[in-house]
DNA sequence: CTGAAAGCGCTAACAT
DNA sequence: ATGTTAGCGCTTTCAG
């Protein structure tokens, strides 16, 4: 049997209430004298106050949850150790819930945190119509805040990168490369930030007045093997000499295709990704890709859950991130061909 | 206020008690009429019982506690998935701490984790003396597996990869494709899993009757840059034929490195990496490399975590697994170069 | 088949 | 400055 409250009240021959005091530092309620006694013997006996009991009586359990499709992909362990990072500094504990995407993963761990009380939940999720799940965590009066996506709900938080900008300046980026046939290559269009990255392609060729061009347009899956495949469609008879891809994985998909095809990057095709993921500094030629602040997102939307929790108000609603153009070596300047 | 079991049974007419009975389906204590109108009302109410309350009187938490150096590192990330999904399926949520290998954080997080009251804790850390805190753990008599180190610990569970195996396979591969001159760049030394894979590679020398050349080794950091360093260093002067690098993030520093010597690979240096990365498939030339399960790891380590839980008896305190050969293209036969 | 009572370990009034 | 009492929401004897 663990050993108590109880125990140090009896051994310290104060009460509970007493021990309790000096547990939460309560402000002076306790001579100098019996407080360090009280301190001595719990330093002595190593003892730990149980925070499920206190957590039962306060109501607090300094404990959230953090609901995202996959910990195991790059961009959400980076907002995911954004997040622990500053928990651990504010004294919470995360729990860590993977969904995959699918619904019914996520009302089930919804369900379990709130059993277990968390104080609040930072919650990601790419398929759209989960607004519904979120109202239906409001209606529990839990504290949420949700990560990668814009959102336009009462009492929801949203902490994203502006993915519209992101795909308007890796296409502005190409365009003025001088290139006007400039290909895209999207995620799943069922996906709202894929549709962003896409929006922000055609307002690119737009201001630019380059005619946008449906068949320049392929949809992926944001993998490896899509990117390929939607590469392979691309290339074959249209005479791209540039693309902007919606992710970096993809874009190393489009690099395999392209080679294959025996054409260079890039001389023949510029290539511009999204992420910037490790990689993309180690495949030849360098990536020149879009970076999403995924660590700051992570620690902004843990501070704005923070402060939520503790009622201060929180001013906007939503708060965006600029995505970043990093120049590397996928892109190069159009030169017409001499046959 | 959020509905509690009281107001249940105060609806359905019945004591606390018996909401209790059919909460945790206990074996037909109640009426299959009173069952069923119990049942109604919580689903009509949607009550969800307080697991923080549960917990206090159980002493069961169905909460784990996950300790790892970083999330953000694949590997890892990997392992934490594993673990999740298991977790999940076992009825359990997990905790994620990230402790950068520092002690304070670890044992920071260690008494958080006690504080918490989790069933159970997996860790895993790569500096070595940390034996002192997992002791420290089971002191408090809370079941402990370490994933990622074999362990000689009382009561302590280890799962990990076999690396002194993973150093013999890769070398062996290189020697059976004739080569003799093979150089190996290392993980920092301090680290015990880094010493295995070079053991590994001695010992795959030593059964072909290759002579130990110290000169042919270079430490690393486990990074890209680490690996760039410690390659260059080794190409200069040595005539090495072949590389086995100890991870491939240092792989695709020893890349760049080959390359910007004007060397090419596989045909001056075959070279061999270890972890079996996702990139590892982009590069160019597909790296050759030693695959860990790392999800399978995590898989297990909560099974094993869950057995020892719920009392089962572990038959061996430690279980490896068996790192793969992945053979791409950055290895090919040696060939006496005509001059 | 059902309920009353006690208590998990802690904190929060309310005394004194 | 300290203690008494009550109770958080649940499970668990023990009766009936």
Redesign the interface.
Known sequence: M?ITIKDIARITNVSATTVSRVLNNKHEGVSLETRQRILDTIRELDY??????R??VTKK?N?IG?IIP???N?FF??I??GI??GA?DHGY??????TDDKLDKESKYI???????VDGIIFASSSMPNIKIISELIK?SIPVVVVDRHVEIENVYGIYTDNFRGGYIATKHLIDLNHKKIGCITGPLGNHNSKERLDGYKQALLDSCITFNEDLVAEGNYK?NGGMKAAEKLIRNKQITALFVSNDLMA?GA??AI?AAGLNIPEDISIVGFDDT??S????PELTTIRQPA?QMGIEAERALIKIISGKSVKDRNKSFSPNLIIRKSTSKYQAKII
Do not use: H, M, W
């Open positions: 663990a730990k106050p149980n925070a499920i009991a957590g039962l359990t404990t953090i996959d910990i195991s790059q362990s980076d995911a150790r622990e990072d651990s504990n995360v729990f860590l819930c993977n369900n379990a945190l709130k059993e277990k009380c529990g490896i190393y690099y395999k080679k490790e990689l500094q180690i495949i030849e660590y």
